[in-house]
């Protein structure tokens, strides 16, 4: 299960003294437990819980280091990043884009996409297809050339 990973590899960032990756989990681990404070004690979370909190700390972490950038504070921008190639590994594995116009261009075929104004349509059919295994930016890029060609 996912949150036993990450409690051991909270204690081993520990007894390492790997500082930013302890912080990072630690950072993880308590919005966990948030999250298991709002659901209720009763409630199990489950790894899709979990991936979906750690997909939303790497937005947010993303979105943080372009606005450093932006802000010319590269040194933190760099810290947010880094804290991103901590998370992303307890995420399934993304697809490459060539995977992703083989699922675009077979869902086209299924729902008989052509236009730009079925963009809601495919997108939808394309990311239940994906399950969390394509960011939807990405997706989103790939399907607006796919249905402006």
Known sequence: MLTQDITHDLTQAMKAREEP?????????????KLQADKGKSYEITDSDVQGVIKRLIKQRKDAAEQ?????????????????????????????DKDIESMIS????EINATSPKD?????????SK??????????????????NK
């Open 106 to 109: 077979a869902a086209a075929g």
């Open 21 to 33: 990756k302890l912080s990072t989990l630690r950072m993880l681990k308590a919005e966990l437990q």
């Open 119 to 127: 963009m809601g349509k495919l997108m939808k059919a394309v990311m």
């Open 68 to 96: 450093y950038s932006a802000g010319g504070a590269a040194e933190r921008a760099e810290s947010e990043l880094a804290e991103v190639k901590i998370l992303e590994p307890y995420l399934p594995s993304q697809l490459s």
């Open 130 to 147: 994906a399950k969390g295994q394509a960011d939807g930016s990405r997706v989103k890029e790939l399907v607006t050339a796919f249905l």
